[in-house]
């Protein structure tokens, strides 16, 4: 049986995806070095896949509600979306670098 999401569930989801920009403006201000933040930012995308991982098999076993595994599953789509988007960035300015004349 499908649970229907409610308002409140959604607002939640919300909540937590969101909270990926929150972290990087919290951690910018406590004047962290760049690698600090970047080894952060690592350490909680990591963290967030890991929980949509356990979230699916807690799904296939049944032990899960469906909002769950949505939450934590759209968590992670968004969080891969960023980390891919902030590559090709990286990669972006990597090239414009290496374009410019010596």
């Known amino acids: 049986m499908v649970d229907k999401i409610s308002s409140a569930v959604a607002a939640k989801v919300y909540e937590n995806i969101s909270n990926g920009p929150a972290a990087l403006s919290k ?21 967030t896949m890991r929980a949509g991982e356990a979230a699916s098999a807690k799904a296939i076993s049944g032990d ?8 934590a599953i759209t968590a992670s789509e968004v969080t891969l979306q960023t980390v ?3 590559r090709d960035r990286l990669i972006g300015a990597y090239q414009e670098i290496m374009r410019m004349p010596v």
């Open 27 to 47: 951690a910018n201000t406590e004047n962290n070095s760049f690698g600090d933040v970047l080894k952060t930012m690592a350490q909680e995308t990591i963290g």
């Open 64 to 71: 899960a509600s469906l909002p769950e595994v949505v939450q």
């Open 84 to 86: 891919v988007a902030v």
